[in-house]
């Protein structure tokens, strides 16, 4: 049985720490083919964190972070912060290879989306990257289309980069 539930304790933020570890390995294999080193990704994009440090930025008033179990097992993870004025980005979205095909990035994203709508946010973003295909794909399932990019990244990786956005409360 698939359960997701908000990341509120010490313990929930050990664990999606060791989701983030297992999602920063899975970048750094995924992006060496696309000339991306694995200094980079780390340096960039897959810093390493710890539960304190999510819990620091996820547990915030205007963040959330979701962990997803099979059973009693940790299958994956997904987190939201304020991004400006009206906009939260979404963060650390990784399903474990072994729980993939099993509906845990929808429900992961359903459950963010759902929490996001209950606040001021009008528009959800996202800067990911194109090898991330399973990804992309349920973002652009979720209502996601691409867009303008809302941050500058170094050229030498900007060939991977993109930028999605969805809006919310019906805008």
Do not use: N
Not at 35 to 47: H, K, N, T, W, Y
């Amino acid at each position: 049985m698939i359960s997701v539930s908000p990341a509120r304790s010490a313990e929930d933020f050990v664990t999606m720490a060791m989701l983030c570890g297992r999602l920063a390995q899975w970048d750094v294999e995924a992006s060496a083919p696309h000339g991306v080193s694995e200094e980079d990704i780390r340096a960039l994009f897959q810093p390493e964190t710890s539960g304190l440090q999510l819990a620091s930025q996820f547990g915030a008033p205007d963040a959330m972070a979701f962990v997803a179990r099979s059973g009693s097992l940790p299958a994956g993870c997904l987190a939201f912060d304020q991004f400006g004025d009206d906009a939260v980005e979404l963060h650390k979205f990784f399903v474990d290879a072994s729980f993939r095909g099993q509906g845990i990035g929808r429900a992961l994203m359903g459950a963010a989306l759902a929490e996001i709508e209950k606040g001021p946010a009008r528009t959800v973003l996202i800067h990911t990257t194109f090898y991330m295909k399973g990804a992309v794909a349920v973002y652009e399932a979720s209502g996601f289309s691409r867009c303008a990019p809302f941050r500058e990244t170094p050229a030498h990786v900007r060939h991977t980069d993109v930028f999605l956005a969805r809006a919310i409360k019906g805008v």
